[in-house]
């Protein structure tokens, strides 16, 4: 009877410990870079925070502008604003007005 001797592999004990550390390493990667890792979150609250500011502004203009309608109901109508926005809305001044509009357009003065 013969007997077979095998040389001893110094790879061959490494294979298991190396897909470890590749799969490991794998999802490491993706934990911290993917779409759902620690990178996206970060990324996602900095958007989330100019947003908020975003609304924040646009809540203000909002109000700003609720106020100026406010003040055309007629419950509350206040002649200045009704003159105001006719003289926007037509362009149109009187020739011993001095009036500064600040949107660029030219009012048209009659005599």
């Known amino acids: ?3 077979r001797q095998h040389r001893k592999s ?4 490494l294979i298991v410990p190396l897909v470890a550390v590749a799969f490991s390493g794998y999802f490491a ?5 993917g779409s759902f890792g620690i990178e996206a979150r970060r990324q996602l609250d900095r958007e989330a ?9 646009i809540h203000k203009e909002r ?4 106020r100026r309608v406010a003040l055309l109901r007629a419950s509350s109508l206040e002649s200045d604003m009704l003159d105001e926005r006719a003289r926007e809305i037509l362009g ?3 020739a011993n007005e ?3 509009f600040a949107g660029g357009r ?5 005599n």
């Open 63 to 66: 109000a700003t502008i609720e």
């Open 10 to 13: 110094y790879l061959r004990p």
């Open 49 to 57: 925070t100019r947003l908020a500011a975003e609304l924040d502004a």
């Open 92 to 94: 149109f001044a009187n």
């Open 98 to 100: 001095v009036v500064v």
């Open 106 to 110: 030219k009012p048209v003065v009659k």
């Open 29 to 33: 990667w993706h934990g911290w870079h």
């Open 1 to 3: 009877m013969s007997t």
